[in-house]
Every structure is written in structure tokens, then in C-alpha cells.
């Protein structure tokens, strides 16, 4: 079985196809669909950027599709970056640059405020169906400087208190099973499971 999730992040891409591997499915991205569009993220919350990406791409192909709009809230910026993550530090720039400019801003905030979480919002759109729609989140706190060279985005500067290590420093295997991203997929595999038992019933 192959699922198409609406997302052009490498990163993200890699950790849905990990996630599926033992349930024997092939995760298919935007990255292997020749001039698929740049759906625009316009929407205020996860939630409305995932339906929008997931919708938009279902409708266009007229197949199921999960879309993945996830990001970092920190507590002392008033849960910037948020839905800007991925463009933080502006549309062109890397996760080297969306770091930096984390740091810089959390330059003089104290140990004991630099609370954070990851967010991740999964839409799973599927043509005459109602859209699914979860949301995952993981607690950690934003370090001075970066660990580790695992994960993608901000994962060397989150570190996480109950592992005593950065995001960025844990096995992939292990990112899978506490992420947001995780958390979020496990949510949606259940109402997916749920919604195929009332099918199923005579
Ligand atoms: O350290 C991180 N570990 C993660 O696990 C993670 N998940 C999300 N993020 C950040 O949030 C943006 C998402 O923005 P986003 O949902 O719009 O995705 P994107 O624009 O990269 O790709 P697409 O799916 O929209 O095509 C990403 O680029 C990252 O900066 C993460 N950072
Ligand atoms: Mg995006």
C-alpha cells in the first residue's frame, strides 16, 4: 500500500516513511510528484494549515492524502514561532538560520523560562470523506546552544528534560516514538481504525 503525504520537508518525509515501515506501507511526498504546487499556508493555526495542504492536494489527484503542518511554540516569545516556523527567519532561509534567530531572541531569558513545545496537526483527507484531523504535542525546553545532528528543523536546540538529551541526539527510532509527529500519527491511526469498525458493521 503507498499513502501520499501532501509535504515537500525531507525531514518530515523520512520520519512518515519510518513510522509506516513495519505496517508495510510506502510513504510517497510531494518531492517524487513533478511540479506539484506550493499549497500557501495561510491559515492562523496547525489545524487549518494541515486541512488546507491536505485537501487541496486530495482534491487535485482525487486520492487520500495526509498533510502535516507542525511547528515550535515557545513560551516566553508568546508561542512564536509557531505556525511561522518554517519561515522564521524568512521564506529563504535554513534551519541554521530559524535557529539562530531563536538564540539570539532567547539571549537574556533565564534557564527556568525557556519552556517550549512541539506542535504537529495531521490532516487526512480522502476524496467524498470527511477530513480527519489530529493534533500531537511534546514538551521540552530551548537550550543556549545546539546537540546533536540527528532530526531536522530546531531539534538540536530542544532539549528534553525526562531524556536528558536534545531532540537532535536521539536515534530516529527513538524520535518516532516521542514526538509530536508520533503522537499525532497514533491519534490518527485510531480514529482510522474506529471509523473502519462502523463501516464494517453489518
Ligand atoms: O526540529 C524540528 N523537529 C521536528 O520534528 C519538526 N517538525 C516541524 N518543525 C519545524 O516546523 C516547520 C514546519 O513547517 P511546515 O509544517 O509548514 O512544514 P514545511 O514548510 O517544512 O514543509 P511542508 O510540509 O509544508 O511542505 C519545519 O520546517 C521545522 O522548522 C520541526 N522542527
Ligand atoms: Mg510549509
Redo the contacts with the bound molecule.
Sequence with gaps: MKILV????K??AK?FQSMFENLGVEILS?NYIEGSPD?E?TGVT?EE?AIL?AETISNQMNIPVI??????EINALEGRPG?Y????AGIHKS?ED?MKKVLEELQDVEDNNRDAQ?V?ALAFARPQKETLVVKGECKGQILREKRGSE??????I?FLPQLNRS??ELAKEE?NKI???AIALEKLKKLINEEDLLWEKP
Design positions: 501532501a509535504t515537500k520537508n525531514g518530515k520520519e510531494l499549497v499556508e496547525f494549515n495542504k498533510a502535516d503542518d507542525s511547528g515550535l505556525v516556523s518554517a519561515r522564521y534551519d530559524n512541539f504537529c532530526g531536522f528543523g530546531y531539534d538540536p530542544f531532540m537532535a524520535k514526538s509530536h509527529r
